[in-house]
């Protein structure tokens, strides 16, 4: 049997798991994970101070703060690095990895970081690429089970690269953290993401520039927009430059959605300037 079936909650010992990175959404892996494995936790930006704390509020008493070699030794590591820092962090990681570990990430693009895993990583490294499809904030809100900061029924891409213990990895996902697991491949999901999140995080953008915005004489589809808006509002400028930039088929639809835009103002421009002649002769 493969030394990675401890990812399937039939098995009673504790998967030992490695995460590189230990910001915002790596916090968020770490809150989760916490209950089922044991985490070896490695960011080389942040104060050990501040990662000590990080550790005590997020990962669980057996999370350990660990250089980047014992993090690598752990049969699943996990890669929760902004996509422009991608390329340096598998690099750092690669001398140190065994053959056989699963390496994962996390990033909001898949075209590129799949690419850039396969390049960086030994060849016996098995790889798979995923994008939970939420983030702190919409997973405090979104979860449809209700419970603070729960994430059963949230979405997540799931896209094996290289070996077979990425399935095993789904299974868990699926089974233990209750997440609706999507498979598929890099390019189909870059292709849908373009529009999911390169559309989202583009309008918020704009409503944010935009405020003050009322509040209180508001509509039910007013609300849901700006609910939508504030699952976004506070992520990581890199995340947008990701998802705006990093995707290839993000700027065609950008192109598409302001030519769109450009010719409904153009078409009530035309509308104001006839209305106003038979304005005038009433």
């Known amino acids: 049997m493969s030394a990675l079936h401890p990812l399937l909650p039939s098995l009673a010992h504790r998967q030992l798991v490695g995460l590189v990175g230990f ?3 790596g916090r968020l892996i770490a809150h989760h994970l916490a209950p089922h494995a044991a985490l070896r936790i490695h960011d080389p930006y942040l104060p050990a101070g501040t990662l000590a704390a990080h550790l005590a509020a997020d990962a669980g008493p057996e999370a350990v703060a660990a250089d980047l070699p ?6 699943v590591v996990i890669l929760a690095t902004p996509v422009a820092s991608l390329a340096e962090a598998a690099r750092a990681l690669a001398p140190h990895l065994r053959p056989g ?19 960086e990583l030994p060849a016996d490294v098995e790889i798979l690429a995923t994008h939970p499809l939420f983030g702190p904030q919409s997973a405090r809100v979104g979860a449809r089970d209700g419970a603070g900061n729960g994430i059963r029924g949230l979405k997540v891409a799931v896209c094996p690269i290289r070996g077979r213990c990425g399935l ?7 089974r233990v953290l209750g997440l609706d697991v999507i498979v598929t491949t890099p390019e189909a999901h870059d292709r849908a993401m373009a529009s999911v999140q390169g559309l989202t995080h583009l309008i918020a953008k704009v409503l944010v520039a935009m405020e003050p915005l009322p509040t209180r004489m508001t509509t039910r589809s007013f609300d849901l927009l700006m609910q939508a808006v504030g699952m976004v509002r506070h992520d990581a400028p890199d995340v947008f430059h990701a998802i705006e930039r990093a995707n290839p088929y993000a700027a065609p639809v950008r192109q598409r959605f302001f030519a769109l835009a450009g010719q409904l103002d153009a ?16």
């Open 267 to 282: 078409e009530l421009a035309r509308e104001a300037v006839h209305a106003e002649p038979a304005r005038l002769a009433s």
């Open 101 to 119: 570990t699963l390496v994962v990430d996390v990033g909001s693009v898949k075209m590129g970081p799949a690419a850039i895993l396969q390049e």
């Open 70 to 75: 014992s993090v690598a030794a752990c049969p």
């Open 168 to 174: 095993w990895a789904a299974a868990f996902l699926r």
């Open 23 to 25: 910001g915002a959404f």
